[in-house]
């Protein structure tokens, strides 16, 4: 159930504003990749760390046992739920959280998920009717930056900002872990990059496994050789470049084998923090991953890339979202309290 | 945030905090899906995986602040998020052996029958709410026993409660009338524990009934019901027996009043029964029924077909005008009381009419008089040593039935036909005692074990079958009850165990399960039936809106093998020593010798066993000379013109002198 929606119904309904216009059963969007990946194809470079110099394939020995006993997720979502004077607003849901593996192999939640809801819309317009209300609202434009008076435009920007919230979330989430976890020998697995934003922590034991490939780093003679990395074959390790965030370590995994399917098809790319250890740990955390194969996380769409505990991960955080229904109801009886 | 349903929930738990029957024992929270709706009858939750303390027959109350949904966990499942076995092969690369670093969620569900909602009007689904366990007064409301648990309760098992052991009581208005009445068992033989179960119910009902009741059991197997009386063999019950029977409240012991009941062998001296150890043999009273008890059921008796209109006739002119009666046949006198009897007055017949050139006497054909003649005089040949030629009669002690006694009948030894004769004239004089308020007490239970041989659901139409459809039709209002069993259900007529009010149910046979009566029950309730221990059972009462799984004790009573071994029956006795044993029952100094040489002289057996029964019916001060007095100097036929020398009543119990003519 969404607090903030009722709250806002209850409190605006009566208000003789004719300007309010209620949108119902508009789509209730999951940003399903993770956060830090960009939306659109891009090159990028990168620097190879690897000792041979090289990108080339390095097999990593034979999984046993994975070393990682928690992982986080993030999600978010967002929905139009009405347009006020012809400016619309949005409400976004983002949440991030982390789940423990015991020693049963069972998988339990590791605290409460940090959450967030709020209404997304340019602050400047619509500040006297938000004011006073207790209700958490997100200016979509930045400070001394107003955005062109369009719809469309706002509605991007206020997505960015939804996603700006979930990265903050997630990041919040894994510096509570690591001050917590710091120096034991717990392992976090996160989705996605990671942000490396680790000053206060020479080595931490964090892992993100990235499935989307939209950057590509390397020249074509480089990318056909990640291209043809076999199953429990990792590339050399390589910085990547032309991110805004502190360098972190990086290499292409092949899960699961790609004959007839996608050359992507089980590649993933690992990020560890910047550090010694990482080096002499990368065949290690490599058979981490592939241990982690088992069980599959079908009936997953992305099931050759996504991790099962990472899923698991996400079914958590999904099973606590306001769902489209309660959204819809909400915002019927909301259109009916004015009609 | 998003916290509504735990702020709902801990409101939900200080509302059960004022409440009595539910305790802090929550096991679950029921859920609804589209595929799993709940209905006003049935509704779906789920435990922890860990929780031991939910199965199939499980008490449990879906408790909401406004509604209480009791019910009975009829089915469960358990799943993961597995959707295809393919995926497990897949990720385990193929190997069974190998380990996935992560377990798959699992989750248990389970299906719950409503026995009863709280309030009842409007009858609404189930809510979705915390589920838990049903403690003791909870148990009492979901069984609808808080209406006659301390008024009409017969204690009969105890529901497992978690760790505890909560009471069940069935109404003894609707086991033993006026509402409803009769107990059926069913279950495979040596597992289902139905004998047993049959005794501790007895107990019970001795020990909580109010009104005054008796039973006659019929004994059809071996020796199952010959040991009734004597405690189980020591280490046959442990300390969970003794403490069910106290949380149960019936003393641990075995039955204080049994009187045991068995007709003769064909020899007519020893008791065709396996209870003829010297030690207990006292305590068997013969059953040995003359005319007057047989020609009452002669339908019973006679093969139908030989019973047309005129034979019909001419037996009910024998009935009326004959039995009891001092007669004039052919200018002589003559009294009928016993086959004896009845078989020369049939020869003055015959001879009146061959003397006389008669084709018909008193309209009745030469024929018909021939060939009822053949048939009653049969009679006691056939049934020798249930039915007796003279008139020795021993019988159960009609108008003398005492409260809390049970009357066994051995039967097992019989021949189908002349069971058929026992039952019959038993439940009919039952039935007739009870109607007239003369049997000595309010109540009988008859029990009758192996059900489907005597009232099969198909086969002949039989006047045991008949007889057990009547009390099972009828008896309740008279207070005459069945407690029967057998092992296929389905075999036995609809109608008998349609009628029984309470079903009990052990172990059972699959292929038996699979027959269309137990269509109402879940596969899960199959197969917990298919698997059910000894000493457990599943109970089906009028009250109870679902059946529901109970354990009972092991009676304290000796089972039937440990009986004959500690007791072995004794070999036959030739008929002398059986005639000088019986009669030192009256006077233990009597001489062996005399007796036996009174016996050598008489060449006619019949005769000697017919002086032996009166003279141990009269109890005379010197039992050997009044033997040796009521030997007739001829026996067999009389010839006409002697008159008989003894002519007894109905037993002495008119208080008669058997010996009045002497
Ligand atoms: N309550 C009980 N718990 C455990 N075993 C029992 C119980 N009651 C009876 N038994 C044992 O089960 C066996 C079969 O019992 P019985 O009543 O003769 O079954 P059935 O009449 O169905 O053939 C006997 O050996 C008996 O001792
Ligand atoms: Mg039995």
Known sequence: MSKLLRKLASSIAHQADPQIHVVIGSEFSDEESPSLVPAVPQTASAEIVEPSGKIDPVPVGTPNTSGFSYFMDGMERRRLVMYISGIPVVYGYAAAGIRWRGADKRMYAHGDPSEREALFCPRRLLEQLFFDLDIDVVDIEDAGSALEDHPMIFLEAAKKKVSDIRSKLEAEVTSRWLAEFDGSNEWLLVDGSISGNYDQYPAPNIVGVVKSHQTQYFPIEDQRKIQALRVGERSGLFIPKGRNRPDVYSWYLRLWPNEGQDLHFGLVRVEAPKCDRTVRMVDEISRWLLAERAPLSMPDSRWDRMLYPIRDCEQFLRSRAPSKTVLDAILMRFAAGRG | ?662
């Open chain 2, 1 to 662: 945030m998003i916290n509504e349903p735990h702020t709902s929930a801990s409101n939900e738990s200080t509302f059960f905090a004022k409440t009595t029957e539910i305790t802090d024992r929550q096991i679950g929270r029921v859920i609804a899906t589209k595929d799993k709706p709940n209905t006003a009858y049935e509704f779906y939750f789920w435990t922890s995986c860990d929780d031991a303390s939910v199965g199939i027959g499980t008490l449990v109350v879906a408790a909401s602040p406004k509604t209480r949904a009791y019910g009975v966990v009829v089915e469960g499942f358990s799943f993961t998020d597995l959707e295809s076995p393919l995926h497990e092969y897949i990720g385990l690369n193929g190997d069974p052996r190998m380990e996935a670093q992560t377990s798959r969620p699992e989750v248990r569900c389970y299906k719950a029958a409503v026995l009863r909602v709280e309030p009842e009007e409007p009858l609404q689904p189930v809510p979705v709410a915390p589920v838990y366990l049903a403690d003791d007064v909870g148990v009492a409301k979901a069984l609808r026993m808080d209406s006659f648990q301390y008024t009409t309760g017969i204690p009969v098992g105890l529901y497992q409660n978690g760790d505890e052991l909560s009471p069940v009581y069935i109404d003894s208005e609707f086991l033993l009338g006026p509402e409803a009445a009769h107990l059926n068992v069913t279950g495979v033989s040596g597992l289902a524990t139905k004998t047993s179960a049959i005794e501790f119910i007895l107990l019970s009902i001795f020990e909580h009934f109010k009104e005054d009741i008796a039973v006659v059991c019929f004994n059809v197997k071996g020796s199952d019901l010959l040991f009734l009386d004597y405690p189980a063999e020591e280490n046959m019950l442990d300390e969970r027996d003794r403490k069910m029977h106290s949380l149960l409240g019936v003393p641990c012991e075995p039955f204080r009043n049994v009187k045991y009941f068995a007709p003769f062998k064909p020899d007519r001296v020893n008791l065709n029964t396996l209870r003829t150890n010297p030690e207990l043999v006292q305590s068997v009273t013969p059953l040995s029924w003359g005319l007057n008890e047989v020609l009452e059921f002669t339908e019973v008796v006679l093969n139908r077909d030989d019973i047309d209109a005129k034979a019909d006739a001419l037996i009910e002119f024998i009935r009326q005008r004959v039995i009891n009666q001092t007669t004039e046949v052919n200018g002589q006198q003559i009294t009928v009381r016993n086959f004896q009897d009845l078989n020369r007055w049939f020869d003055l017949v015959m001879r009146d009419m061959e003397e006389n050139n008669k084709s018909e006497w008193k309209t009745h054909h030469y024929a018909t008089i021939r060939k009822v003649h053949n048939r009653l005089s049969n009679l006691s040949t056939r049934y020798k040593g249930l039915i007796s030629p003279d008139e020795f009669v021993s019988d159960l002690p009609w108008g003398r039935f005492e409260d809390r006694t049970v009357y066994v009948v051995d039967v097992a030894n019989l021949e189908p036909q002349a069971q058929d004769l026992v039952f019959t004239r038993i439940v009919s004089e039952l039935r007739h005692h009870l109607e007239t308020g003369k049997l000595g007490v309010k109540h009988v239970i008859v029990v009758v074990d192996e059900l489907n041989k005597y009232a099969p659901a198909d086969g002949p139409d039989t006047y045991l079958r008949q007889t057990l459809l009547d009390i099972s039709e009828r008896g309740r209002y008279l207070g005459l009850v069945l407690f029967s069993a057998q092992q296929f259900r389905s075999q036995v007529h609809k109608r008998i165990v349609g009628n029984s009010g309470t079903c009990i149910y052990g172990r059972m046979d699959m292929d038996e399960l699979a027959t269309p009566g137990y269509q109402v029950l879940t596969s899960a309730t199959k197969e917990k039936l298919a698997t059910l221990p000894k000493g457990q059972l599943m109970i089906r009462h009028p009250h109870f809106t679902q059946p529901i799984f109970v354990k009972f004790p092991r009676p304290n009573i000796m089972r039937g093998p440990d009986g004959i071994r500690r007791y072995p029956p004794a070999e036959d006795l030739p008929l002398d020593e059986a005639v000088w044993l019986n009669l030192s029952r009256l006077d233990p100094s009597i001489s062996r010798n005399e007796v036996r040489d009174i016996v050598a002289e008489t060449s006619d057996q019949d005769e000697i066993i017919r002086a032996m029964n009166l003279t141990l019916q009269r109890v005379p001060q010197d039992p050997v000379a009044a033997f040796r007095s009521a030997i007739r100097k001829k026996a067999g036929v009389l010839s006409p013109e002697e008159k008989p020398s003894i002519a007894i009543k109905d037993a002495g119990s008119d208080g008669s002198d058997p010996f009045e003519t002497i």
